[in-house]
Each structure stands twice: as structure tokens, then as C-alpha cells.
């Protein structure tokens, strides 16, 4: 039996043992404390969850940017490839929320995967998207709003944006966000029940402008496509340019995963509830990129309200008000599904120790955690009442993109390499050293007993070779990703050094796919978690593909916005250096060996 006491256990030495050690699959504390959340959400919640968080108000705006000065005509393209490139994460998260269905989503898979360490940088950096994410959206509403009044200069002075002591400040957007709390408080079938009605009304604005602008495009010829320089006039450097910034309106599919506890019927209507929501937001934006260029040539689209100049041009400025009501539900939907999500890491970091235990409450009427919920809403109206968080978008990207990776690294992690040890958990430290000094003698002698049958079984240490090939071959894979998205994207490295680096980059990465590919696959992750649901295809290829993609995103965002996270991101250390490592719910817990019981499940699966 081995035995972690704080961060200086024997076997785990001191602080790298605090980074590396990962909890059970199955949430018992959880369950046992009375933490659990009410199961009620169906695949119909999950769609209309996932559409309205993943759709907000800028696609009505991201139409006119891109087209106009990335990608011309072929915007349609480019949000193809894009949505190609969010499947390959809403697939690595698929398998795992079936696996793992508990609230965190990432942070919970990275804690089971990958360690303590990751998992509370991924949950930090959540908290950090998901707030800049909804004040964003919420001083959304103010701009959108205006188009009913005949601009801003109309708007009513409770929709306004004073200057307070030199600063603009914009109550609309903190009462938006109170009232988004105060129905997120009330239970997550009712929530999501207005979360459903008000997508419906979004698509239906969606849907408005796909079928009358088809409509003017087929009167017209499609004016919009016949100019010189034809579908690429920017080339296809242009269309993956256009791709990368179309990639983040797929941003908000993961907030389904967050709400995997309440699932009815995870193993099925997770899978369903996250890949419909992509294909219809993927679908909903071409068809709106490929009729809003069609109409008007995207040299002459006005960037900041595309679609309803677009319709203007043709004389119908009565289109403007239906796109309006579009572009404000939106927000209120991508609102919703901003602080939907916050308040369940918040818990689940709670019910790890790594935050304090007022966020785990979980309310007994409304079964939803209401205290996490409330203080998620309070920090997101602040900002949105105080602050411009504009300049700040890319340090929304850096969560999104780092939870991306650490998920796609777990798929690889739980197919080669998953967790061969399990806990006892112990309730303090005192119970803890009692186990330890009572059965240390016997259960050393039936672990060794244990290691001796499986090695034995596994033909002399084969498994653990093939471990330590697998362990290695995905610290190299992540690495030569690394250097070769690097090097790719820096502009100030001589070519020389560049294409030295990529090739080095390129041949670790293939190396290690080589190595994946040809070893098999660890037998325990077919008894890992919850059997049965969705399983990722194409493993290692489509992981890797997936850590490649976000890993050149995350290193195309840019200094300012790295220097930005890095305040943040010391901030967590701290807090995680302070509190977090010390409090650990795994700090008095005791692992050993897990012992081959389920071998013949293993045997019964594969035949």
C-alpha cells in the first residue's frame, strides 16, 4: 500500500506528487456527502443547451470581418474547416463525458487522467473564460439593443452607458446578468427549458435570413459572387486564416459536457446532445455566410452589422429589426450558456478540496449548487458594469483552447495509459496513519502477490514495458507538437532554424504516432468508468490531430494576451501553493495496486 501524507508522502515525493496524483473515476464522496445533482436534463436540454451557447451574437458580425479581410466569397469554406477542427475535440469529449458523466467537464477529466496539477490549471483557466466570456456577452446587449431605437444616441437612459469617475460603466449588462442568475437559481430543467425557448427564437431569426436572403439571392443572380478574383481572391492562406478565427464560434458545445451529472441517460444523450449541436451551428453558418456573401460582395459588407446592411441594400430595412431580435437572443442564449457551466467546476473543484466547500452546496429545493451560481453571477455583472473586456477576448480563447488539449491528451492517456492504482479514501489524516500502521505488514505482502500475478499474467513485465513505450511516446508526441506549431507560427525565426525545427517537431510527432500506433491498446480502458456510450474513433490519429490544431491556435493569440493569462495564471498557483494542495481531498488518501477483479470483465467485453 502506498500512502500520500500531504504533499511530502513517501512514494510521491513532496510537491511533483501533489501535480501528478489523480483521483477515482467514480464520484463516491460525491454521492456519499449528499452532493449529488438531480438527473433531469434530456438530449433535447443538451441540443438546445449546446446550440444556444455555441451560436451568439457573432456570427452576425464575424460574417462581415472575415469575409472582408481573410477569406472573400469562400467564408463558407473556411467555417467547414473550422467546424471539421471543433469536431475533433466534440469527439475526444463524447467518449469521456460517457466514461466520466460527472460536473467539471475538463477539469474532471484532467484530474482523472492526467493529474492534480493540470486539472486545476484547466479549472482556473475555465473560470477565467467563462467570466471574460459572459461579460463579453453581456455588454453585448446595449450596441444590439440600439438598432430598435435608430442607434445609440436613442437608446433609453437605462440601456445607456454612462462615464462614472472616468469610467464607462453599463448597468444594463449587470441586470442582465442578475436576471440570467436569478433563472439559472431556479432549477437546470427550468433554465434550460428558457434556454430552449429562446434558442428556438435565435434559429428561427437564423432561419429568416437563410430562407428571404435565398430568396434575393435567386432574384438577383447571386450579385455577391460574380466580381473579379473569383471564390478565393485572398488565396488559400486566406481560408485557413479565416478558419482559425471562424474556429472560436464553435466555442461553447463543451458547456453540455458541464452539465453531464444532471443527464438522464449520459452514455446516449450526451454523444447525441454534443454532436447535433455542432452539426446544426456548423450547418447554420454556412448557410448564413453563403447567402449573406451571395448578396452583397464582401468588399462592400459593412463589418459590424454585415447581415442587416446586406438586407438594407435591397431596400428591406424592415429585415433589420428581425435581425436585431436574432443578434439580442443570441446573446441572452450565449449568456445563459456563459454562467451555466462556472458554477459546476466551481463545485466539483469544491468537492476535490482544491476550493472551499461553499461552493459545493448543492440547494435542496432546486438540486442546482445556488451559492456557486450566485457568486459566478455577482463576479460576471461586476465586470460587465465596470469594465471594457473587449481588449481582453483572447484570454477567453487561452481557457477554451487549454481545456481542448488536456481533454485530447486524456483520450490518449486512458487508451494506453490509464490509472493502475486505486484509492482507499481515508477521512483525515489520523484514520489514515491508522491504516497505514495496521495493515502496512499484510497488505505490502499482498500487493507483492498482486504485482506477482500480473506481471505473470502479462507475460513477465510486457505490460509494463509497453506502459513505459506508450507513457513515453505521448510525452514525445506533445512535444514535437510543441516545437513544430512554434516554429510554424513565430515570424521572427531566421527560415533556416524554422524548417530545422519543424522537421525536428514533424519527426517526433510521427515517431510517436508510429510508436501508438503499432503498440496495443491498455485492456483497463474498457472497465474504465462507465461502460458502453460513445468511443472516439481513430485514436491516436484524431487526439493528436486535435492537440496539433489547438496547440498552433493557442500560440497564434499573441504575446499581449499570454502576458495577460500569466497574471491569472500565477494567481492560481498561488491560490492552488496555499490552499489547494493543502486541502486536497487526496492529501490523507491511500493508493495501491488495483487487483486484476476485473479481468474477467475485461475478457467478457472484448469477446
Known sequence: MQKVNGCAGECWSGFVGCLVRRKQVDPTVAKAEGFQLAKRLSVIDLIAIGVGATIGAGVYILVGTVAKEQTGPAITISFLIAGIAAGLSALCYAELACRCPSAGSAYHYSYLCVGEGVAWLIGWSLILEYSLGGAAVA????????????????????LGRPTVLGIVVDPSAAILVFVMTALLCTGIKESSLAQGVITTINVAALLFIIVAGGYVGFKTQWAGYSIPGGYLPFGVNGVLAGSATCFFSYVGFDAVTSTAEEVVNPQRDLPIGIGVSLLTCCVLYMLVAAVVIGLVPYSALDPDTPIASAFASYGMNWAVYIVTIGAVTALCAALIGGILPQPRILMAMARDGLLPSFFSDINKTTHVPVKSTIA??????????????????????????????????????????????????????????????????????????????????????HEARRRKMAAWSIVIVCVGVLV????????????????????????????????????????????FGETGGFVCPFVPFLPVACILVNTYLLINLGVDTWIRVSVWLVIGVLVYLFYGRKHSLLVDAVYMPIVLEKEPEIHEIIS
Do not use: W
Not at 485 to 500: D, E, T
Not at 501 to 525: H, K
Open 139 to 158: 455588454r453585448g446587449i446595449s450596441p444590439n439593443m440600439a438598432l430598435f431605437f435608430g442607434g445609440q444616441d436613442g437608446l433609453p437612459a437605462i
Open 484 to 527: 513544430l506549431a512554434f516554429a510554424a507560427s513565430v515570424k521572427n525565426i531566421p527560415i533556416v532554424p524554422s524548417f530545422i525545427l519543424c522537421g525536428l517537431g514533424g519527426a517526433a510527432i510521427l515517431s510517436g504516432l508510429t510508436v501508438l500506433t503499432c503498440i496495443d491498446q491498455d485492456d483497463a480502458r474498457l472497465t
Open 376 to 461: 459566478t453571477g455577482v463576479f460576471i455583472a461586476s465586470l460587465a458594469f465596470s469594465m471594457n473586456v473587449d481588449q481582453l477576448a483572447g484570454m477567453v480563447s487561452v481557457g477554451t483552447l487549454l481545456a481542448f488539449t488536456a481533454v485530447a491528451v486524456s483520450i490518449l492517456i486512458l487508451r494506453y495509459i490509464p490509472p493502475d492504482i486505486t484509492i482507499v479514501q481515508s477521512p483525515n489524516t489520523e484514520s489514515a496513519d491508522l491504516v497505514s500502521s495496521e495493515f502496512n505488514n499484510d497488505i505490502t505482502d499482498i500487493c507483492a502477490e498482486d504485482r506477482g500475478a500480473r506481471y505473470h499474467t502479462q507475460k513477465d513485465g
